[in-house]
């Protein structure tokens, strides 16, 4: 059934006969007027013919009237009786959905699968799905998530959902903490993370973003008991991994983001946006203690400030038991200087694809929608 309240337009002919009876015009006092026959004329009138620019302004000048009025007539008559568009068309224009696409996140097809499969990626069909994402980073509105870290989330959580992990134990993931802070010295030791995480009962992901988007990681909830970390390895290098995983971690061991999809992260980088709310401040204290121990570091800092030779750097990395790059990373954002000894920034990426459930660079992990 259509719309009961939506208004028919006419077409111009309608309007252009009503003119005609009010000036006690004939359709043959118009063709006159215009320099047409009636013949010529007729199918305008009917609404067979729509009005061209040339008959606008021959209109305008025969009822001294803008030309843009008949056009505009004409233009609404148009849109009213154009074809429908495929749906599938604002489906795709929204959400990122081309680039979902080319990662493989969901299939392409005609508007109602392509719906169905949108709605299955964000849990729409969920009753228990949260409500709005934090957002650590910066937006271009604060009440608006950006549709691509929001797919990037989903898709965290769509591939955590298939993993199997201990029960969630806030005491155990605590008590992992040192286990976790002794792999800091060797970057290849990056690789025992996932497993050490799921002994916890916390599910590991990894990420790709989606193309412009900022996020190093986020702390999401399947439920109460479900922990998820995601993590982008957007900046590939050691001091950002280990910095980022204890900030998630922190925000599961003080359960933040339980009430909505989770706690999205852009912590370090040179652009990244410094944080203001309390559960952001806790975490970041929480991740630089736990890198190198604030009082040691401000030590440091203020003794050698500010002419840190490369051997300072490495002798009190050995005495802080991890390695030099995660002293330089300190350093560097304490000087606001990401040239400082950059050669020390280790890759890390390459070591977590082989043990983390991970998707992107080049690949696509298995998921069911």
Request: aromatic share 8%; with cysteine.
């Amino acid at each position: 059934m259509g719309d009961l309240n939506k208004v028919t337009i006419e077409p111009p002919g309608v309007f252009i006969k009503i003119e005609l009876e009010a000036r006690g015009w004939s359709q043959r006092d118009l063709a006159f007027i215009l320099g047409q026959t009636e013949q010529q004329l007729n199918p305008l009138l009917s609404g067979k013919r729509g009005i061209t620019p040339d008959m606008a302004r021959l209109l305008g000048d025969a009822f001294d009237t803008s030309p843009q009025f008949f056009l505009n007539l004409q233009g609404r008559y148009d849109l009213q009786n154009a074809k429908e568009p495929d749906p599938a068309v604002k489906t795709r224009a929204g959400l990122q959905v081309r680039d979902m696409i080319r990662r493989g996140w969901i299939q392409d097809g005609e508007a109602s699968l392509l719906q169905l499969q949108m709605n299955r990626f964000f849990e729409i069909a969920n009753d228990e799905c949260p409500g709005q994402i934090t957002f650590a980073a910066k937006r271009t509105h604060s009440d608006e998530t950006p549709p691509h870290q929001l797919a990037w989330v989903f898709r965290v959580r769509q591939l955590a959902k298939q993993l199997s992990v201990a029960e969630f134990s806030v005491e155990k993931l605590r008590a992992m903490l040192p286990r976790l802070r002794a792999l800091m010295v060797d970057p290849e030791a990056v690789s025992a993370v996932p497993a050490l995480l799921a002994d916890c009962g916390v599910r590991f992901v990894l990420v790709e973003v989606l193309p412009n988007a900022k996020i190093d990681g986020v702390c999401t909830w399947l439920n109460d008991a479900f922990p998820v970390i995601g993590m982008s390895t957007l900046y590939d290098r050691l001091d950002n991994f280990w910095f980022v995983l204890r900030h998630e971690i922190e925000h599961v061991l003080q359960g933040h983001g339980k009430h909505s999809i989770g706690m999205i992260d852009h912590l370090t980088g040179e652009n990244a946006l410094d944080q203001c709310n309390d559960e952001e401040n806790m975490a970041n204290v929480a991740a630089a203690d736990f890198c190198v121990p604030v009082t040691k570091m401000n030590s440091f800092y203020s003794r050698k400030n500010p002419y840190f030779s490369e051997r300072d750097v490495i002798g009190f990395s050995s005495l802080m038991s991890v390695h030099p790059a995660i002293v330089v990373g300190q350093l560097q954002k304490r000087m606001k200087r990401y040239d400082y000894l950059r050669k020390y920034q280790v890759p890390v990426r390459r070591f977590l694809l082989n043990e983390a459930v991970a998707d992107g660079w080049g690949n696509t992990a298995e998921a069911q929608l």
